[in-house]
């Protein structure tokens, strides 16, 4: 097995992974032309890709999830993590409505790889075989990783002309992008004293949001605005994913410090401006200051 050499930033939207999966597979089974099942809002019975084992062998259909990993508050999102439920669904429907005789059925998506979700699925494959039905693999987005990194025509076809990340070093560019324009927002700059509590607390939360996934939210429609999957997580450089882990614990720390004293009235509101014992200001602007100057400058970013 080849070694992994390089991070590849998953799809940002569905249709791309589908794009993406449908090549994995004519690489991984040799089928020249794997077929997408249907079209947009057609039923497509747990099924996105098939095709044929060499061109003409087993047959073998994908079903592809691009899935989102955390909320605004680092929580898994409803649906975001794969979970028994989700594979046992998808199955079902394979066995309801997909007519042709399948060998293996594959379930692919861009989360993590997670072992308890692959001993399930090896029960359900065994299960399936035993009574004569079709198997049942995973392939998480680590497996894609591996087969890109093997595979060069895939990897250059795929990122250099879809996606358009040609190398890790794009690829943090990308991130670090979307965060300096994270830490160019007003509540970085403002003094404190003029900030309005909510949208104070908020930005922090969008920001630290960013930092950890990869998606910056417009601040008025909720929107995402800005996407690079993973975040931090996705940074190649360790130093700079440890700087940005750095960020994020002090703005951490900042939300709360400044939560608590809203909560015990020594932070006070009065007109549009906040009353802040001058010790305090001077310690919450500071620990503000620590986490966007000093982190991010290290990172690459510039100063705000």
């Not at 691009?66 to 680092?74: A, F, G, I, K, T």
């Not at 093997?150 to 990122?159: K, S």
């Not at 509590?197 to 417009?218: C, R, V, Y």
């Amino acid at each position: 097995m080849s070694s992994i050499t390089q991070y590849f930033q998953p799809p940002l939207y569905w249709q791309q992974f589908e794009d993406l999966t449908a090549g994995v597979f004519s690489a991984v089974y040799r089928d020249p032309k794997p077929t997408k099942f249907g079209r947009p809002g057609q039923s497509q019975n747990g099924v996105d890709v098939y095709g044929y084992e060499n061109g003409n062998g087993r047959l073998i259909a994908i079903q592809c999830k691009r899935m989102d990993e955390l909320d605004e508050n680092n929580q898994p999102q409803p649906g975001g993590a794969i979970t028994h439920k989700i594979i046992d669904r998808e199955i079902k429907e394979v066995r309801k409505g997909f007519a042709k005789p399948l060998d293996t059925w594959v379930f692919a998506t861009t989360a993590k790889r997670d072992a308890a979700v692959q001993r399930y699925a090896m029960g359900l494959d065994k299960e399936s075989r035993d009574v004569g039905s079709f198997g049942i693999q995973l392939w998480f987005w680590d497996d894609f990783i591996t087969d890109l990194n093997r595979h060069h025509e895939l990897q250059q076809w795929y990122y250099q002309h879809v996606i358009q990340v040609r190398s890790s070093d794009d690829q943090d560019k990308i991130i670090l992008e979307m965060l300096g324009e994270a830490f160019a927002r007003a509540a970085f700059r403002t003094p404190l004293h003029q900030e309005t509590p909510s949208d104070f607390i908020k930005a922090l939360i969008d920001t630290q949001h960013a930092i950890n996934t990869g998606e910056l939210k417009d601040r008025e429609t909720r929107r995402v605005i800005r996407k690079a999957i993973g975040g931090r997580r996705a940074i190649a450089s360790k130093p700079v994913s440890d700087w940005l882990r750095v960020a994020d614990e002090k703005l951490q720390q900042l939300r709360e410090q400044f939560q608590q004293n809203l909560g015990q009235t020594i932070i006070r509101q009065s007109g549009g401006l906040l009353q802040i014992p001058s010790a305090l200001q001077s310690s919450l602007s500071a620990l503000r200051a620590d986490a966007v100057a000093e982190a991010l400058r290290q990172a690459g970013l510039q100063p705000v």
